[in-house]
Nanobody
Framework: QVQLVESGGGLVQAGGSLRLSCAASGRTFSSYAMGWFRQAPGKEREFVARISSSGRNTYYVDSVKGRFTISRDNAKNTVYLQMNSLKPEDTAVYYC?????????????????WGQGTQVTVSS
């Protein structure tokens, strides 16, 4: 069992930056692929970024490429999402997710464990 706790959300003006953190429990964090998703009111949960268990491979949705960076520190059992040049359309609840499985890590069903989410609000 893995428990995930996100932090770092908040209110920021357009063009600003935030860094989200996701702390994981358990001894096997380094074997889990990790992902970030977001969900705006009235919309489906959307893939944002994912990172392989080693951290060597990353992938992003087109709308955040060049602005967001996913990274991980396996010694600290933590994955990060650095968000720069934020836009009002980035406003959502952001969730981190984890899985030990080889799966489509751009889909919610590709993950087994989820955090509770952290709100990100970008004002114009």
């Amino acid at each position: 069992q893995v428990q995930l706790v996100e932090s770092g959300g908040g209110l920021v003006q357009a063009g600003g930056s935030l860094r989200l953190s996701c702390a994981a429990s358990g001894r096997t964090f380094s074997s889990y692929a990790m992902g970030w998703f977001r969900q705006a009111p009235g919309k489906e949960r959307e893939f944002v970024a994912r990172i392989s268990s080693s951290g060597r491979n990353t992938y992003y949705v087109d709308s955040v490429k060049g602005r967001f960076t996913i990274s991980r520190d396996n010694a600290k059992n933590t994955v990060y999402l650095q968000m720069n040049s934020l836009k009002p359309e980035d406003t959502a609840v952001y969730y981190c997710a984890a899985t030990p499985r080889a799966a489509d890590h751009t889909k919610p069903k590709g993950y087994d464990y989820w955090g509770q989410g952290t709100q990100v609000t970008v004002s114009s």
